[in-house]
Each structure stands twice: as structure tokens, then as C-alpha cells.
């Protein structure tokens, strides 16, 4: 059984901080790795996808990929209570189409 | 553009009821997916279509079917509704074709169908 592994959370952070929110897998097969945000009651939106092992920076917001380790985290900087939302880490394996999501981390910013 | 649209929004079933759900998007798009989400297990796939003419399932397909009936739809059928099938429904789409995900792919989710199966 392929998994995507998410701290549930809640995860409480003050505005003006780093969240820092981690995800496991365990298909070594995996290529491609995603990182969704989904609002109460909406739909879940792409926030960053990640390919290579290292860091990706886009904003606020920093993934980074350990292949070896089978990790994959996403950092928020400056934190802002318009991110507290539940955010859903994807992996899908090379050249398919099978994306595993984990259940999601819980994070709220507090004013 | 509307991006991806699901009707209905809301729906209410008894047991053993037949209803169909819909997906269309304006995007071009090749790939189309058709995802439950229940609490605390987050997003589970249950078809996909890599491109017009291509079903596969997914994680979860038992007690559904689907249709690619053009390039725009991908519907999602319940021939028998169960209260385990009481969930939210998301439909996606996705650029990238029989190559699969990869660089610069995203999935585009519509807002969601809630379905309750008393």
C-alpha cells in the first residue's frame, strides 16, 4: 500500500512566523511531488510542485525534497493568518498518473 | 474562463438510488480525474482518464463507473448508491497527456459535489 504520510496537526503558528510542515512517503518509485492548500468547505489549489531533490522557493514559500529520505516539507515565511488553511502534500509516481494524497495538515496563523 | 465546473453542488440519496455526476472543463486539458475526499483520509482517486477515449481506475473504484464523453466531460456514476459513499467529490484536470505528470503540471480541481447517501 503506497502512502503519503501528514502530521494532522492542528499546527499553531504566530503571524510573522515560519510554519514548517512535513510530509513522509513510501514509494521510492515517486517522481513528482506537489504541495495543495485547501480552505474549510473549498477546493484544494496547487500552491508548489517539486521534482529534484533540494529546495524550490516561490515567495513565501519553500519546498524541499530529500529523495533519500523520502521527505518532503513545505516552509512559510512571514506566516499570515490568510494561510491558516489545511495543507495536502501529493506524490505521484514516475510517468503515472496514480497522485497518493496524504490527509492533510491543519495549520492556523494566529493575529 | 469558468475552469473546472461539477453539478451538482449539493445531492441527497437513499440507498440503492442510480444518480450521475458531472465534470467539465474549459482549460483544453488532456487529463481528467475523478477524486472522494473524507475526513481525516484526505483525497482518494477513483478514475482517471489520461485523454479522450482512456478510462483507468483509481485507488478506490468499487460501486462506481465513468465516462469520457468528449475532450470537456468525464462523468462519475453511482449505479447503487451506499451511505459509504456519503463524501465530497472533487473532479480535476491536468495539461499533460499519456506521459503522465511531471515539470509544470498542476491539477485543477472544481469546487466539489457533497453527497449524502441516507
Known amino acids: 500500500q503506497k502512502e503519503v504520510e501528514q502530521n494532522s496537526g492542528p499546527l499553531s503558528v504566530p503571524e510573522g512566523a515560519i510554519a514548517s510542515l512535513n510530509c513522509t512517503y513510501s514509494?521510492?518509485?515517486?517522481?513528482?511531488f506537489f504541495w495543495y492548500r485547501q480552505y474549510s468547505g473549498k477546493s484544494p489549489e496547487l500552491i508548489m510542485s517539486?521534482?529534484?531533490?533540494g529546495d524550490k522557493e516561490d515567495g513565501r514559500f519553500t519546498a524541499q525534497l530529500n529523495k533519500a529520505s523520502q521527505y518532503v516539507s513545505l516552509l512559510i515565511r512571514d506566516s499570515q493568518p490568510s494561510d491558516s488553511a489545511t495543507y495536502l502534500c501529493?506524490?505521484?509516481?514516475?510517468?503515472?498518473?496514480?497522485?497518493?494524497f496524504g490527509a492533510g495538515t491543519r495549520l492556523f496563523v494566529k493575529a | 474562463n469558468a475552469g473546472v465546473t461539477q453539478t451538482p453542488k449539493f445531492q441527497v440519496l437513499k440507498t440503492g438510488q442510480s444518480m450521475t455526476l458531472q465534470c467539465a472543463q474549459d482549460?483544453?486539458?488532456?487529463?481528467m480525474y475523478w477524486y472522494r475526499q473524507d475526513p481525516g483520509m484526505g483525497l482518494r482517486l477513483i478514475y482517471y482518464?489520461?485523454?479522450?477515449?482512456?478510462?483507468d481506475k483509481g485507488e478506490v473504484p468499487n460501486g462506481y463507473n465513468v465516462s469520457r464523453l468528449n475532450k470537456r466531460e468525464f462523468s462519475l456514476r453511482l449505479e447503487s448508491a451506499a451511505p459509504s459513499q456519503t463524501s465530497v467529490y472533487f473532479c480535476?484536470?491536468?495539461?499533460?497527456?499519456?506521459?503522465?505528470?511531471?515539470?509544470?503540471?498542476?491539477?485543477?480541481f472544481g469546487p466539489g459535489t457533497r453527497l449524502t447517501v441516507l
Open positions: 480535476a484536470s491536468s495539461g499533460r497527456g499519456l506521459a503522465g505528470l511531471g515539470p509544470t503540471d498542476t491539477q485543477y
Open positions: 514509494d521510492r518509485g515517486s517522481q513528482s
Open positions: 517539486i521534482y529534484s531533490n
Open positions: 501529493a506524490v505521484a509516481p514516475r510517468g503515472g498518473f496514480k497522485t497518493i
Open positions: 482549460m483544453n486539458h488532456n487529463s
Open positions: 482518464s489520461a485523454s479522450e477515449g482512456t478510462t
